[in-house]
C-alpha cells in the first residue's frame, strides 16, 4: 500500500431516516486501485453509505473524504470525479447508446468517445440501440460504460450483477477486473459471497448499518475458522450446481440480442421481438 | 457525435476526457439537454399525437358540428308592442328551423349583439310594424333570416294591416362565426395540455424509473435541467400555436384580427404557467398513476369553467368572478382578445398581469417542490 492519501476515507458517518438508523458510526478506507466489496443483507445500510459517498445523499454526521473532496462539505464536486452504477436507475428512451453518452459527456464538460466506451463494456453493436431494448445484462454494462463518461479514478458499482443470469455475470466480472488491471479503485456492493471472494480485495461486513468486519476474504475465512468453525462435511463437493448449469449451456453470454448466439431458442427470441 | 480519442485506442484504454471551463460546460450542458430532449419529443410518436394531432381533431370535430349543417341564422326579435299579433309573429318565426330566435334581451342588447356580430339580423316589432335590418357581412344567413321573417308576415296576415316589413343593411365588417371563437379556445387548451399533463406524465414516469436519479449522481444542476425542459417546452408551444394558428387559417379559414406575433407571445407565457404548474405538482408525485387523476382534477374544471369551448356569458356571476382568476382563462381570453377581437397586448393587461402572476407563484412553488426522487 502507499503512504499517498487514501482513495475514499470514511469516519464515524451516521445517517438516519426519521427513527430509522441506516448508517451508525462507519469507517473504513479504500487504497487506491483497491477494490473493496461491500457485503450484507437487504437493509444494512450498504446503499445508503455508498449513495453518501457519491454526493447523493447528504450525511447526519462523520467525515468523508474522496479523491481528496470532503464528501459532507461538497457533495457537487464529488460527482464530478467519480463514477456510479445506482441500483434501480435507468436511462431516457428515444434515445441512443451513443447519444447518451454524449450527453452525459455535454454533462460532465469533457468529449466522449462513445463508440470506444462501448466497445469497452461489449456493446459496440447496440451503439444504435435505446436502453430498452437492451437485456438485463446489457443494460448493467451500459450502467458501467455510462460511469466510465467522465474518465474516473474511482468507481462506484452498486450491486452490478443483481438479477444477471451466469453468463452476464461472469462478463460483468471480467470487465471488473479489467478495471482492477487499470489501477481503478473500486467500490461494489453485492450480495454475492462468490463475487465478493473473487473480486475483491477486502471486503466490509454491514448489518443494522455497521462495519462487523472488514478484511481480505481469506483473513475473515481464517478468522472463522480460528473461532472453531467447521462446514458440515456431509455438502462437500468439487463442483456446484453452478458449475452444473454452465458445463451444460456454455459461458458465452445470452443476451437475446447478441449476434453471436445461433443457438435454436435465440433465433425463437429474436424472431419474436 | 464529437470522437476526441484516435479511433485505434486500446479497448482498455478510458477515453479522453477534455474538461472545459465551468460556466461554458453548464451552457454545453443545458444546450445538449436541450437537443436531446427535442430529439426523444420528436421521437415519441405519443407526445406528438398529443400535443399536435390532438388539438387538430378537436378543432374538426367542433368546427363540423358548427359548419357542417345548414344555414342556421342567428334572429334577434324584439317585441315593444306586447299585441296577440305581434306574439303569433313570434311564435310563428320560432317554429322555423332555419332561423335561431333571440327574444330575451333588450332593445340596446340586441342592437349591439347585431353590431358585435352575434346575430344575422334582427326584427324589431313596433306600433307601424316589423322592421328587419340584416347584417350584410354574412350574406347567406341573413337572406336566410329575411326568407324566414316574409314567410311569417305573410302567414300571421301582417301584411294587411302594415306595410311590408322595412329592411335596413348594417356590416359590421366582420365575418366571424364560432371556429373563429374557438381557435383562441383551442389553442390555450393545447398550451395548457403541453404544460400541464405532459411535463406532470414525463417527469413521473422519470422519477419512478430513476431515469432522474441517474441524472442526479452527475454534476447536472437542477436548475440547469429544468432550465433545459422548459426551453423544449416553450419551443414545443409555440410551434404548436404556430401549427394550429396556420390550419385555422388554411383549412378552417378563420379571420384573425389581432396581431399572430401577440398571439405567439401569449401562447408562450402561458405554456410558462402551466410548466411551471406541472413541474410544482409533479414535484410531489409518486407515480403516473396518481399523477393521472391529479391532472384531471386540476385539468378538466378548467377547460369547463375557462370558456375555452363556449363562452362564460351564462355563468352566474359569482362563478363568473371566480373563473375569472383561473390560468386558463386569462390565456383563452388573453388569446381571443387579440384573435378574435382585434385587441392589441396593451388591451389585455389585465390577462397579461394575471398570467404574470401565475408564473411567479408556480414558477416559486417548481423550484421549491422539484424533486430528483422520492425518498
Keep these: 500500500m502507499s503512504l499517498a492519501e487514501p482513495a475514499i476515507a470514511v469516519e464515524d458517518l451516521r445517517k438516519s431516516y426519521g427513527d430509522r438508523v441506516a448508517v451508525d458510526g462507519v469507517s473504513f478506507t479504500v487504497q487506491s486501485g483497491e477494490v473493496l466489496g461491500i457485503l450484507g443483507p437487504n437493509g444494512a445500510g450498504k446503499t445508503t453509505t455508498v449513495e453518501i459517498l457519491e454526493g447523493l445523499r447528504t450525511a447526519d454526521g462523520g467525515a468523508a473524504r474522496v479523491a481528496g473532496i470532503d464528501v459532507l462539505r461538497n457533495p457537487e464536486a464529488v460527482k464530478g470525479a467519480v463514477g456510479v452504477q445506482l441500483q434501480a436507475s435507468s436511462f431516457f428512451d428515444q434515445l441512443t447508446l451513443a447519444e447518451l453518452l454524449e450527453l452525459f459527456g455535454a454533462i460532465y464538460g469533457v468529449a466522449v468517445d462513445a463508440r470506444a466506451l462501448l466497445r469497452r463494456v461489449d456493446l459496440e453493436d447496440r451503439s444504435a440501440s435505446e436502453v430498452r431494448r437492451l437485456s438485463g445484462g446489457q443494460q448493467q454494462r451500459f450502467a458501467v460504460a455510462a460511469a466510465l463518461v467522465n474518465n474516473p479514478r474511482i468507481l462506484f458499482l452498486d450491486e452490478p450483477t443483481t438479477g444477471l443470469d451466469p453468463q452476464a455475470r461472469r462478463h460483468m466480472w471480467d470487465l471488473v477486473r479489467s478495471f482492477r488491471a487499470d489501477g481503478t479503485t473500486i467500490v461494489l456492493t453485492t450480495h454475492s459471497m462468490e463475487e465478493a471472494e473473487l473480486l475483491c480485495d477486502r471486503v466490509a461486513i454491514m448489518d443494522a448499518g455497521r462495519i462487523v468486519a472488514l478484511d481480505t476474504p481469506a483473513a475473515l475465512v481464517d478468522a472463522l475458522l480460528a473461532r472453531g468453525f467447521r462446514r458440515p462435511p456431509a455438502v462437500q463437493r468439487d463442483a456446484t450446481l453452478e458449475d452444473v448449469f454452465l458445463d451444460l449451456c456454455g459461458h458465452d453470454l445470452r443476451d437475446g440480442d447478441e449476434p453471436a448466439a445461433a443457438a435454436p431458442e435465440g433465433g425463437r427470441r429474436r424472431r419474436r421481438r | ?375
Excluded: C
Design chain 2, 1 to 375: 457525435m464529437s470522437i476526441s480519442a484516435p479511433p485505434e485506442q486500446r479497448p482498455s484504454a478510458a477515453p479522453q476526457s477534455r474538461p472545459r471551463a465551468p460556466h461554458r460546460a453548464r451552457v454545453s450542458a443545458r444546450r445538449a439537454l436541450l437537443v436531446a430532449s427535442l430529439k426523444m419529443f420528436y421521437r415519441n410518436k405519443h407526445s406528438i399525437f398529443w400535443t399536435l394531432l390532438l388539438p387538430v381533431i378537436i378543432l374538426g370535430v367542433f368546427a363540423l358540428l358548427n359548419l357542417g349543417g345548414g344555414v342556421t341564422a342567428q334572429l334577434g326579435v324584439v317585441d315593444t308592442v306586447h299585441t296577440a299579433r305581434s306574439q303569433q309573429l313570434v311564435a310563428e318565426l320560432e317554429r322555423s328551423a332555419l332561423v335561431s330566435v333571440h327574444t330575451g334581451d333588450s332593445l340596446a342588447g340586441e342592437q349591439s349583439a347585431l353590431s358585435s356580430g352575434d346575430r344575422d339580423a334582427l326584427l324589431v316589432i313596433g306600433g307601424r310594424g316589423p322592421a328587419l335590418t340584416l347584417n350584410s357581412a354574412r350574406s347567406r344567413e341573413s337572406a336566410a333570416a329575411r326568407l324566414v321573417v316574409d314567410d311569417a308576415v305573410r302567414r300571421t296576415g301582417q301584411v294587411a294591416v302594415a306595410s311590408p316589413v322595412s329592411v335596413t343593411t348594417v356590416n359590421n365588417g366582420r365575418n366571424q362565426g364560432y371556429t373563429d371563437f374557438l381557435i383562441p379556445g383551442i389553442i390555450a387548451l393545447s398550451v395548457m395540455q403541453t404544460g400541464l399533463f405532459t411535463v406532470l406524465y414525463t417527469f413521473v414516469h422519470l422519477r419512478q424509473r430513476g431515469i432522474l436519479r441517474r441524472l442526479k449522481a452527475t454534476p447536472l444542476r437542477a436548475a440547469d435541467f429544468l432550465a433545459a425542459q422548459v426551453g423544449t417546452r416553450l419551443i414545443l408551444a409555440a410551434a404548436q400555436t404556430l401549427i394550429l394558428i396556420l390550419i385555422a387559417l388554411l383549412v378552417f379559414r378563420i379571420s384573425i384580427y389581432g396581431n399572430v406575433a401577440w398571439l405567439l407571445l401569449v401562447a408562450v407565457l402561458g405554456a410558462a404557467v402551466f410548466l411551471a404548474l406541472g413541474f410544482a405538482i409533479s414535484g410531489s408525485t409518486g407515480s403516473v398513476e396518481s399523477a393521472a387523476p391529479i391532472a384531471n382534477a386540476i385539468g378538466l374544471p378548467m377547460i369547463v369553467l375557462s370558456g375555452a369551448f363556449f363562452s362564460r356569458g351564462g355563468m352566474p356571476g359569482w362563478l363568473h368572478g371566480i373563473t375569472d382568476l383561473l390560468p386558463l382563462t386569462y390565456l383563452v381570453d388573453g388569446l381571443r382578445h387579440i384573435s378574435y377581437d382585434g385587441w392589441g397586448l396593451l388591451d389585455i393587461r389585465t390577462d397579461l398581469l394575471g398570467l404574470g402572476a401565475w408564473l411567479v407563484v408556480s414558477g416559486l412553488l417548481a423550484v421549491r417542490l422539484f424533486r430528483w426522487e422520492l425518498d
